[in-house]
């Protein structure tokens, strides 16, 4: 521990932060604990690998494949063995076409059969050598990234760092009013391996919570962590300040609030608020100074139990809770009812000032990262809105000016982003944050980069940065 304190703060910081910190391939109960705190299962005292103890878990992650073995007996090598049963895990049903081929169905979002975009599941028992093609058949997404080269995420046991499967091995067509499928050819090499497979890179509500009892054990007294409110399933919902400023009773302390993974199948928005997280809480120059202009709160995870259990848009109930900000109800969205409040009464402080709230996205049919807005009336507000947005397009390069919209739509009307938007001050920005699922494109020499978690971290970063440029020039 005096060797840990002796380190400067940003090797502190990385010690023990990132999601790969986590064990690759660690399904939750195996090592960690991925109950809601404070909440033991009923059956809790069954033996680990135990049928008793199956059926529990079964009972938590609804709906998906257990060591599934389609191809007959899983003592055979080559016969492919499909497990889902963990912590964000989604895998519906496994069918053999032949040894060479796999239909595999999304087990759609809990209580909303509409949702099926979100996949993430394990394969062993393969020999080396083999050639399968996995078809996921009953994908529910219109526009995808897919039709542009995104594949499947992939790690294995010997390799526990995300890649994507190649878009040449990747194809996308419609089946059906509303139905496509995915197809993806795979080589597997490495025989005693155990692979996974997901839509994007996973961020589980474990890894957050890992990652903030890290953050804690620092003791930066700039640092606050607190409980903000439980989710249905009694997962705590957390709210994190950030705040080493210096008080003038004559003026407020101006306040930027960050919430994330409102929809839990949308991984890069955990990914960029982790980065933003490192900066803010960094000893660099500008950190330091923007700590002691401004006020951080965050909320990184407003959706505890849809992350919890494989769902890619809905609450546990089936609610899109990016729908429900103008009238939350207490009883089926109480994550949005306590962050709203929160926000609400910053409005009525004396003591502080909300000028900037940012609701954190991954995007599934666009490349880069870009902000949506609000229009209004006021000329000067407008004009002022587009000033973060420029700063941040001179920090990062995976950033698009001209995918950046203001609008009004209706459709987006129980979005945090507008429904905060009618209610702030005047000199208050309310936008959106949308990151690809996939790619970017480098606009000097137009090319093609995909993404990777560390990439998602590096544009949390230049967040922070144009936020200290925005700050700075104010």
């Known amino acids: ?23 690759p391939l660690q399904e939750a109960g195996e090592g960690t604990s991925a109950q809601p705190a404070g909440r033991t299962s009923s059956t809790s005292s069954a033996a680990p690998g135990s049928r008793a103890e199956e059926h529990r878990r079964a009972r938590e992650f609804v709906g998906n494949v257990v060591h599934v073995c389609p191809g007959g007996s899983a003592r055979e090598p080559g016969n492919l063995v499909f497990h889902a049963h963990f912590e964000c895990g989604n895998l519906g049903k496994v069918e053999r076409v032949n040894e060479c081929e796999y239909l595999l169905s999304i087990r759609a979002d809990t209580c909303n059969p509409k949702q099926r975009i979100w996949y993430y599941f394990r394969v062993s028992n393969a020999l080396s050598g083999q050639v399968v093609i996995f078809t996921l058949g009953n994908y529910s997404k219109i526009k995808s990234l897919y039709r542009d080269g995104m594949g499947p995420a992939v790690r294995s046991t010997s390799r526990p760092y995300w890649q994507r499967v190649p878009a040449a091995s990747v194809f996308y067509t419609k089946t059906g009013k509303k139905h496509y499928a995915i197809s993806f050819a795979f080589v597997f090499d490495v025989e005693s391996d155990t692979y996974e497979f997901a839509n994007c890179f996973p961020y589980t509500f474990t890894e957050l919570q890992q990652h903030l009892s890290s953050l804690q054990k620092l003791g930066l007294p700039f640092f606050r962590r607190e ?3 439980e989710s249905l399933q009694h997962r705590p919902v957390e709210v994190l300040t950030i705040d080493g400023t210096d008080k003038h009773p004559d003026r ?20 960029v608020c982790h980065g933003l997280l490192e900066f803010l809480l960094g000893d660099s120059a500008q950190a330091r100074a923007l ?6 709160k965050i909320v990184p995870m407003l959706n505890p139990d849809g992350v919890y259990h494989g769902n890619h848009r809905c609450s546990f109930s089936g609610y899109d809770l990016n729908r429900c900000w103008s009238q939350p109800l207490k009883w089926a969205q ?18 502080y000032q909300l000028d900037i709230y940012i609701d954190m996205h991954g995007h599934s049919a666009a490349p880069n990262a870009f902000f949506y807005g609000n229009l209004y009336e006021n000329t ?12 941040l397009a ?3 390069i995976d950033f698009s000016l001209a995918q950046t919209r203001f609008n009004n739509d209706k459709q987006k009307a129980g ?12 000199q208050a920005h309310c936008y959106t944050l949308e990151v690809s699922m996939h790619c970017f494109i480098k606009q000097d020499v137009d090319e093609l980069c995909p993404y990777t978690p560390e990439l998602y971290q590096r544009l949390g970063v230049d967040l922070g940065l144009a936020f200290s440029d925005y700050y700075a020039a104010r």
């Open 1 to 23: 521990q005096q060797q840990q304190q002796q380190l400067p703060l940003q090797q502190r910081l990385r010690a023990d932060r990132t999601p790969s910190s986590t064990p």
């Open 227 to 229: 409980t903000l409110c």
């Open 252 to 271: 407020k302390t101006p306040v930027v609030f960050t919430t994330a993974r409102v929809h839990p199948g949308e991984t890069p928005a955990s990914h």
């Open 291 to 296: 700590r002691r202009r401004v006020v951080f």
């Open 334 to 351: 109480p994550t949005i009812v306590s962050t709203k409040a929160y926000l609400l009464s910053l409005m009525e402080s004396t003591e």
């Open 380 to 391: 000067e507000r407008m004009e002022a809105q587009w000033e973060l947005p420029r700063l």
């Open 394 to 396: 001179k920090r990062a």
């Open 415 to 426: 979005t945090g982003r507008r429904a905060l938007g009618g209610v702030v001050d005047d």
